[in-house]
């Protein structure tokens, strides 16, 4: 039987969802099956608090729903986990969202840094850090200088500023970086050659997460919503 892993992209822009999508089908092991899904209401990329807070409500509706369905694991692709805490209340199924599994595998590493482009969700990234009980092993939060949208309007240019930061991170001690957004996944190759530390990739890492989860799942939880 094939399994159902339904990747929730919090924000509207749906050639984000299938860049991510691509990634976690490459790394889920066979009779899992990934889906992806763009939210419909919301900026085409979430760079601000308000945004963040006001996704959560439409993954929780959107992840209920597919629950129901039949999906067998949900995957909230940004890195603000936006609605995570109520879906995983409402929908008796595994899920996990980016920050959480990505730094879940960064601190494998021991002392993890984060790098990301997105300087107004600041206090939200370090308010999961402490969340999620990694506030003694982060080294530090790192973030491109510039505007948002011109740093990511160019793939060269965005993994050109987080490769910069990222050998930063090398030099002040960190033993591995979290790269923190979901639509920065595809300059993580670029960032991994330029920098001598492990750099997680948190599409990846939360699809690896999930796949673990969804396998240790037993099949008579699997579509219940509370």
């Known amino acids: 039987m094939t399994l159902r892993l339904a990747l929730l992209n919090p924000n509207t822009n749906a050639a984000t969802t299938a860049m991510m999508a691509a990634i976690a089908a490459a790394n889920v092991p066979p009779g899992i099956r990934v889906e992806g899904h763009t939210m419909a209401l919301g900026p085409p990329v979430i760079t601000e608090e308000k945004a963040l807070a006001e996704a959560g409500g439409q993954v929780v509706a959107v992840g209920r729903s597919l629950a129901a369905d039949g999906a067998a694991g949900l995957l909230v692709a940004a890195f603000g986990d936006p609605g995570l805490g109520r879906l995983r209340a409402r929908a008796c199924i595994p899920v996990t969202g980016l920050a959480e599994a990505g730094m879940a595998e960064a601190a494998r590493h021991g002392r993890f840094s984060i790098i990301t482009t997105t300087p107004a969700l600041r206090g939200s990234i370090l308010g999961k850090v402490r969340a999620y009980g990694h506030e003694g092993q982060l080294v530090s939060l790192r973030i491109s200088a510039g505007d948002v ?27 591995a970086v979290l790269v923190g957004g979901g639509p920065l996944a595809s300059a993580v190759p670029a960032v991994a050659a330029s920098c001598p530390l492990p750099v997680i990739e948190p599409v990846a890492a939360g699809t690896r997460r999930l796949a673990a989860l969804m396998a240790g799942a037993t099949s008579g939880d699997r579509g219940r919503v509370l």
């Open 149 to 175: 949208a011109e740093t990511m309007s160019s793939p060269a240019r965005m993994a050109e500023a987080l490769a910069a930061l990222a050998r930063d991170c090398a030099r002040e001690g960190a033993q």
